[in-house]
């Protein structure tokens, strides 16, 4: 509705009895713009939405306290500064109002603060200098600013990537910022989150795509938007979705928006086909829906919507806006960094269209080669393929209790060392097949080219106290088998023959994982560095450090819980399995219309991690004279004469850690402490067939009930 002249005055009368008193819409709107700053610019500062700064600058609503007085403050300091035409300029010698609010501004002001990316701590801008410069909203006092936190403002999405709503309207976003959400259903939530909110975050790669915007339900604004608070009666928690006659679900179809195959689950993608380039998608995400998994995000479903967003927002700027579970994230991370597409001159034509991006896997799926499937895959059943299939796992291996000598057991302690992302540290310059594999028979082994190998490793010989690094269980290969490219090498690094039998390799080979784990990797030393865990520490203070790191604060060691877990869940997708009880074997599962569905990579990845394991393994024995008693994935257990990994650990004269062993640090594959348990338990559980390096953080009963 229009709104008339005598409102207009009548708003503006009312406006003026009341204290604080504000000056008119429209002169509120001068004075912002005599002092260059946009609208977007001045909702972050008073942390709120732009539509809600239109709205004071049209008379349509007012603010209320204490943005009200805040909003007061700035606009007398632009008043002095910038006095309407005819009105005398103030006295030279008088100091210039501050245009911006000093440090001792109430909380839920905090003015023009620009977060510098290269320094990661909030400072307040004096006055509207420098407008040019986007403004982050300032950090919240209840929480100090974090280096590598807050990159560079992208100007489209002035608010981050994402926000937590409430029931009562408040969508708590990154940096402490609120936005007004007046929706009251689903479909204006989407409508406003893409018009308004100012959420979103810009693409990794330029020939990426930005990232949607994500906006987390609590359970009272699930409700509010009318849906259930909780979902009930499946069988399997991946089915949980919304059935298709569901108020929600037809009034999103009425509205001509579209939900993704998955439907309406925990995680909802609601959308348009792109119009041009614009993408019109949103994420939604709730909580009461188990939409964050507690192995993943510990304790972050707990905690109140601001601290939430703060969790998922460093998350989001570290790694990528969540767009599902963290399997699911770390999976579209890979893609966000090396997009299959790019944009090319068509030499005929000179126009520009969509080619392949060079060092991608591309748009369409690959069938692996028949040993790198699994058994119910197409290719398999559809072939007959009874040729075997890789078994490149993670260790799961206990030494023999026979093999444990009295010196061993007479060891005091029990002593875990675990790997810090093992998988990720794997990944790096790690060359991968792009290509679809080729089959040769009798090939000569070349360490160099990525694919899978048939070859006899039984004759080899290795000492009995250490796992066999060409098996999971760490048992001494039986006969020829598969084996990926870093296990056959490493063989040959041993010192023995290998004589491939057949082999399924890629011509066109590449470091596809290279983004993946360096900015993994920096998320992670980074997250641990603002836990207190940093580089410079020697080995006695990291421990100590590393000791204490989860309690410094919850919320970002719930971010370094996720980070790990995006690791080994992308690994993991890189082979998803069938789901759901009415598969038959043979058919195609969507999973495999994915690029990404790659066994092969999953492979490379897997035979990496635990050839590098065996050779610090193999190395310590050299070194030290111990051998382990258990190994489980990236966690080894040594018999030790202390309690400390300082007591067993090989460090040359001159107190530094000897090259080729296990090392103490925070960045990928250097170890950290475990758990200590007495060797009396260790051997208990070795003798009972048990896996000590599964149990040696302690807390789970395991002698009394069992692994």
């Not at 041009?276 to 994420?283: D, I, K, L, M, T």
């Not at 080995?539 to 919850?554: W, Y």
């Amino acid at each position: 509705m229009a709104t008339t002249e005598e409102e207009l005055f009548a708003s503006v009368d009312a406006l003026l009895e009341e204290e604080p008193q504000l000056p008119p819409p429209a002169e509120r709107a001068r004075l912002r713009e005599a002092a260059g700053i946009t609208q977007a610019r001045l909702a972050q500062a008073l942390k709120t939405s732009t539509q809600t700064v239109k709205n004071y600058e049209n008379g349509r609503s007012e603010p209320k306290s204490p943005r009200l007085e805040a909003y007061q403050r700035l606009l007398k300091g632009w008043a002095a500064k910038y006095p309407a035409p005819g009105t005398p300029a103030a006295a030279p010698a008088a100091p210039a109002p501050a245009a911006a609010p000093q440090p001792q501004a109430p909380e839920t002001f905090t003015g023009h603060a620009a977060l510098e990316p290269q320094a990661g701590t909030a400072a307040l801008a004096q006055g509207p200098a420098a407008p040019e410069r986007p403004a982050r909203p300032a950090t919240s006092s209840r929480r100090p600013a974090k280096k590598a936190a807050a990159p560079a403002l992208d100007p489209r999405f002035p608010h981050g990537p994402l926000a937590v709503l409430d029931g009562d309207g408040s969508a708590y976003g990154v940096d402490g910022i609120v936005l007004d959400c007046p929706a009251s259903t689903v479909v204006e939530l989407v409508e406003w989150t893409l018009k308004e909110s100012g959420l979103g975050a810009p693409k990794l790669n330029r020939y990426g795509k930005d990232s949607d915007p994500l906006i987390v339900l609590t359970a009272a604004a699930a409700v509010k938007l009318g849906l259930p608070e909780r979902l009930e009666g499946h069988e399997q928690r991946r089915s949980l979705r919304l059935p298709e006659d569901h108020p929600v679900v037809k009034q999103v179809a009425k509205a001509k928006w579209q939900l993704t195959q998955r439907g309406f689950g925990p995680w909802a993608r609601i959308y348009r086909k792109a119009q041009g380039r614009e993408r019109q998608c949103v994420q939604l995400a709730i909580l009461s829906w188990d939409a964050l998994d507690e192995r993943s995000w510990p304790g972050v479903s707990e905690m109140g919507p601001a601290d939430i967003a703060r969790v998922l927002g460093v998350y989001a700027q570290r790694v990528i806006t969540p767009r599902g579970s963290t399997a699911v994230s770390g999976l579209e991370l890979m893609t966000a960094l090396r997009p299959p597409r790019k944009p090319e001159r068509d030499a005929e034509t000179g126009n520009w269209v969509s080619a392949y991006n060079p060092g991608s896997l591309g748009t369409e799926p690959m069938d692996p080669a028949p040993p790198e499937a699994t058994p119910e895959h197409p290719v398999v059943v559809n072939s007959g393929w009874t040729g075997g299939f890789l078994n490149e796992e993670a260790y799961q291996w206990v030494r023999p209790a026979e093999l444990l000598t009295d010196e061993e057991c007479m060891f005091p302690h029990a002593v875990g060392l675990d790997l810090n992302t093992a998988f990720l540290a794997a990944a790096a310059r790690l060359v991968v097949g792009l290509s679809a594999p080729d089959h040769f028979v009798g090939p000569k082994f070349n360490p160099k080219i990525p694919g899978s190998w048939l070859v006899d490793l039984s004759h080899i010989e290795l000492d009995p106290r250490l796992p066999s690094p060409f098996t999971p269980d760490g048992t001494r290969p039986t006969g020829r088998a598969w084996y990926q490219t870093h296990t056959v090498a490493y063989a040959q690094e041993l010192g023995y023959d290998v004589h491939p039998i057949e082999a399924y390799l890629r011509r066109e080979t590449g470091a596809y994982l290279d983004p993946w784990h360096d900015r993994l990797k920096t998320a992670y030393v980074d997250t641990l560095a603002d836990l207190g865990v940093t580089k410079d520490l020697d080995d006695r203070q990291f421990l100590a450090a590393m000791e204490r790191h989860k309690q410094v604060d919850p919320a970002l060691a719930a971010v370094l819980a996720a980070i790990k877990a995006t690791v080994k869940g992308g690994v993991g997708k890189l082979r998803e399995r069938p789901q759901g009880k009415h598969y038959r074997e043979g058919e195609r599962w969507p999973a495999l219309e994915r690029p990404t569905w790659r066994p092969d990579i999953r492979a490379a990845v897997i035979s990496k991690a635990r050839v590098n394991m065996h050779r610090k393994l193999n190395n310590m024995a050299k070194m030290t004279g111990l051998y382990p008693l258990a190994v489980l994935s990236d966690c080894v257990v040594y018999p030790s004469p202390g309690d400390s990994p300082l007591d067993f650990l090989p460090y040359a004269a001159s107190g530094k850690p000897q090259p080729g062993g296990f090392r103490l640090g925070p960045t990928p594959g250097l170890a950290k402490l475990e758990g200590v348990q007495p060797m009396l338990w260790a051997v208990d559980l070795m003798e009972k067939g048990l896996n000590p390096a599964r149990h040696i953080k302690g807390g789970d009963a395991v002698l009394d009930e069992g692994e």
